[in-house]
Nanobody, 122 residues
Framework: QVQLVESGGGLVQAGGSLRLTCAAS???????MGWFRQAPGKEREFVAA????????YYSDSVKGRFSISRDTDKTTVYLQMGSLKPEDTAVYYC????????????????WGQGTQVTVSS
């Protein structure tokens, strides 16, 4: 059974930084990993995704240049380094796995974590 556990969320002031971690277990084969977020009253949206090799990364326009996604050499852990945080980045952040290439589409991911709350104060 694939399990994803996110960590690293918290409260931070605007302009600050946080690093989210997602650890995958029960996986086999190659898979892409992605981060999505859902703010109160809004739909879940794509944030970033990384290929199995870690060589290709994709970002939403809203976070490009501020966030960086990477995965560990063991391939089972993915990080989201978030910088220059804004109050509008406040959301629950979810990690997801897709047993194909990276995608920006929520519906194409196969497994999801429970999420970690990120709150950015102004």
């Amino acid at each position: 059974q694939v399990q994803l556990v996110e960590s690293g969320g918290g409260l931070v002031q605007a302009g600050g930084s946080l690093r989210l971690t997602c650890a995958a277990s029960g996986t086999s084969g190659s898979y892409a990993m992605g981060w999505f977020r859902q703010a109160p009253g809004k739909e879940r949206e794509f944030v970033a995704a990384v290929s199995w090799s870690g060589g290709s990364a994709y970002y939403s326009d809203s976070v490009k240049g501020r966030f960086s996604i990477s995965r560990d050499t063991d391939k089972t852990t993915v990080y989201l380094q978030m910088g220059s945080l804004k109050p509008e980045d406040t959301a629950v952040y979810y990690c997801a796995v897709r047993f194909r290439g990276a995608s920006r589409l929520e519906g194409e991911y196969d497994y999801w974590g429970q999420g970690t709350q990120v709150t950015v104060s102004s």
